[in-house]
T-cell receptor, first 116, second 113 residues
């Protein structure tokens, strides 16, 4: 596609439920990133994929958070047993190559998650 | 530790005035540096980036930034603010050997008529 596509754009869920957020990166981009943006916390890195592998998942806040990427393309971020503090905008991004040359990282519009 | 500091969570200017948004990084090795803009309810859009080709980098919408190694800074400027520049601006850094972008806390630019 023309840009990074994320779905759903908005999600309201009850505390304790599981949610899945989807990201479709720019076609041909091998690197994919998940970030979280919340009030008071700024932009937090969650996980980085190169192809289907995740060499850096250091930002995942707890074992309730997981992500996978299949076919070197679409990625899914799953949050189990959601808590109110999980409410945030989840941003997906992608880039070509490994980034050593300063490749631009392109961001999607985000998935707004509200846990009630 | 990889970090980037943006001074001032809010900056207010009048339309037509100079815009200066500050960004400092913490490293003895120059990293790759980026400025992103976020309009309300939208994702992040790249304004410009420094990748060591030139210290003065020009971006979209009339913005530019100068890399100063001696000051470990990458401040964003625009000679004349426009109402449409009102948004949140993020400085980000990527260090060699690391893939992730590390973001500053952001600066909200307010432009008054």
């Amino acid at each position: 596609g023309a840009g990074v596509s994320q779905s759903p754009s908005n999600k309201v869920t009850e505390k304790g439920k599981d949610v899945e957020l989807r990201c479709d990166p720019i076609s041909g981009h091998t690197a994919l990133y998940w970030y979280r943006q919340s009030l008071g916390q700024g932009l937090e890195f969650l996980i980085y994929f190169q192809g289907n592998s995740a060499p850096d998942k250091s930002g995942l806040p707890s074992d309730r958070f997981s992500a996978e990427r299949t076919g070197g393309s679409v990625s899914t971020l799953t949050i189990q047993r959601t808590q109110q503090e999980d409410s945030a905008v989840y941003l997906c991004a992608s880039s070509s190559g490994t980034g050593e040359s300063g490749n631009t990282i392109y961001f999607g519009e985000g998935s707004w998650l509200t846990v009630v | 530790a990889q970090s980037v500091t943006q001074l001032g969570s809010h900056v207010s200017v009048s339309e037509g005035a100079l815009v200066l948004l500050r960004c400092n990084y913490s490293s003895s090795v120059p990293p790759y540096l980026f400025w992103y803009v976020q309009y309300p309810n939208q994702g992040l859009q790249l304004l410009l980036k420094y990748t060591s080709a030139a210290t003065l980098v020009k971006g979209i919408n009339g913005f530019e930034a100068e890399f100063k190694k001696s000051e470990t800074s990458f401040h964003l400027t625009k000679p004349s603010a426009h109402m449409s520049d009102a948004a949140e601006y993020f400085c980000a850094v990527r260090y060699t050997g690391f893939q992730k972008l590390v973001f500053g806390t952001g600066t909200r630019l307010l432009v008054s008529p």
